[in-house]
């Protein structure tokens, strides 16, 4: 979302917010921000989101008259209640929703970067009570996505496959319904520089020498995000190389899994796990690191989109390795942009992270002449004029 705005605004857009966020530095500058002041829960907004899954769209004004009120004159002081709004995330999209079936006149667009189904049919490793718990997720957040589905205007997808895939599980839905507006780098990201007391401060930290080559992961330790894998694949190759090393930023549900086979291969003294970093640091990391990995593991979501982290990667990082997915394939074929391996191959990744350190300066000299090409093709920047033109039908009407 804030990749979004910010390219916006970067184009010379007006861009307003309608969020609870108190954070104002979390916001890009240039960003009008209005504040909703009203706090609501997690398990409120779940409660929320079920009973409308289970209310007739006929009914929707009646149950939930005092949401649509209390954000259709949110929309009327700030004169938006007859203007296109985007709704980007989960429960703002339910917003959208009700407001839709109430009062709201303006368009209604709706941002889908994921779908419950993708989500919650291959979560692994659960209990049985978690399984029950996961199916009426399922259905209820598949109830709640067909209504909203019906009433959108536009929905926003990440590429044609995203979209190939709604229209055939929604097949009431148009092809000019959607927009496509895919991930990317970020304005910000091109605007960082190294934040040189940090290099050397992580270098002196972990004492590593001007020889040693760092392997890198930054971002979230996710349940299909293959930070595990990437593990073992190192587990396969560190002792053919000296002074090699894995550095892993970040934090998330895989941390414990990671720790475990770290202390069970007995990778303590080569495997640095340097925690949560700041994304204004990004490209320190980046520079840091002779070999970026994106580990991601086969899956629906995973085959079907281009996460961010991979478009950083290839902008701002030396040498990157990543999953062979389709969405990837589309514009990373002969290895263009990034090496490729079959996703959830421990022997593939760790095959290719062989290649890779074997040709560490050939590689090098290829990926880094892209970025300015990576920009142009594939930047928030550049994506979000699909957005603008949508908008300017409106303002033509």
Known sequence: MNGIMDALVQRGCKVTLISNCRVPSLIPEGVEMIPVNLEISKFKRRLLMGIAAITPGSLIKVVFWYWINYFYKLLIRNNMNEKPVVFFEYFDTFIGYILKKGRFEGGCIMDMHGLADLEYLHMKNLSAMAIVLNQFKLYATSWLDRKKFESVDYLIVLNNLFKEYMCVKYDFLSHDKFIILNDGVSVALTKQSINWSLKSD?????????????????????????????????????????????????????????????????????????GRSRYEDLSTFYDLCDIVVCPDLMHPFNNMIVHTKYYEAIYGAKIVLNGAFDSVMEFNGADKYSVNFRPSDVCDLALKLNFALDNLNSLTAKYLGNKEEIFRNFSYYSHVKSLIDLYSTYYDE
């Not at 998330?252 to 475990?260: A, F, K, L």
Request: proline share 3%.
């Open 202 to 274: 992580i270098i002196n930290k972990y004492r590593l020498s001007r020889s040693c080559k760092l392997v890198g992961f930054i971002g979230s330790f996710k349940n299909m995000g293959g930070v595990p894998d990437l593990v073992r694949s190192f587990k396969l190759i560190h002792d053919k190389y000296d002074n090699i090393f894995l550095l892993l930023v970040g934090d998330g549900e895989d941390m414990p899994t990671v720790m475990q086979l770290i202390s069970e291969y007995g990778l303590q003294k080569k495997v640095i796990v340097h």
